[in-house]
T-cell receptor, first 116, second 112 residues
Framework: AQSVTQLDSHVSVSEGTPVLLRCNYSSSYSPSLFWYVQHPNKGLQLLLKYTSAATLVKGINGFEAEFKKSETSFHLTKPSAHMSDAAEYFCVVTLYSGAGSYQLTFGKGTKLSVIP | NAGVTQTPKFRILKIGQSMTLQCAQDMNHNYMYWYRQDPGMGLKLIYYSVGAGITDKGEVPNGYNVSRSTTEDFPLRLELAAPSQTSVYFC???????????FGPGTRLTVT
């Protein structure tokens, strides 16, 4: 069975310092991986995606993530946090489960706080 | 493009009432999804559809029903509302199952 684990439920950083949000997955197949961001009382917005092309993926707003198959990880990073990055972030894994069907699994989310 | 739209934004229901949450997308996507989001629990898939006329259960389908008569619309029906259905509901769509999903703004539902 596939699963997604976001290793931190809450991360707090100072403005201008690096951000690291950690995500590990378990899967028997090559997954598609996504990071989404959710600002308070808003829907989810796609930050970036990995779909078996380059292992280092660049997204919007200066975020990037690296797919590491040997570590089954897809951590999200940003060199310098901005106040507007304060939000909840979700790691998502999509796997093909046969017969034209896909299984999507969301992590439980990491809430990012940015201290001025 | 409006993307994915949901109505209503907020709703309060009494126990035992029924309602339909509306979802529409104008991107001609084949796949559509309904999720519920509870605090600290991430998103749980309720139902999904791979095209008009085809729907299937997700992780938490009990107490809900869906239909997909057109590509654009994917309403979610709550029959006999219960307090456990208090949640934020999100509709999403994607071109194919392994593509990124686009989310609507959500419907906040309270059952009292």
């Amino acid at each position: 069975a596939q699963s997604v684990t976001q290793l931190d439920s809450h991360v707090s950083v100072s403005e201008g310092t690096p951000v690291l949000l950690r995500c590990n997955y378990s899967s028997s197949y090559s997954p598609s991986l996504f990071w989404y961001v959710q600002h308070p009382n808003k829907g989810l917005q796609l930050l970036l995606k990995y779909t078996s092309a380059a292992t280092l993926v660049k997204g919007i707003n200066g975020f990037e993530a690296e797919f590491k198959k040997s570590e089954t990880s897809f951590h999200l990073t940003k060199p310098s946090a901005h106040m507007s990055d304060a939000a909840e972030y979700f790691c998502v894994v999509t796997l093909y489960s046969g017969a034209g069907s896909y299984q999507l699994t969301f992590g439980k989310g990491t809430k990012l706080s940015v201290i001025p | 493009n409006a993307g994915v739209t949901q109505t209503p934004k907020f709703r309060i229901l009494k126990i035992g009432q029924s309602m339909t949450l509306q979802c529409a997308q104008d991107m001609n996507h084949n796949y559509m999804y309904w999720y519920r989001q509870d605090p600290g629990m991430g998103l749980k898939l309720i139902y999904y559809s791979v095209g008009a006329g085809i729907t299937d259960k997700g992780e938490v389908p009990n107490g809900y029903n869906v239909s997909r008569s057109t590509t654009e619309d994917f309403p979610l029906r709550l029959e006999l509302a219960a307090p456990s259905q208090t949640s934020v509901y999100f509709c999403a769509s994607s071109r194919q199952g392994y593509y990124e999903q686009y989310f609507g703004p959500g419907t906040r539902l309270t059952v009292t």
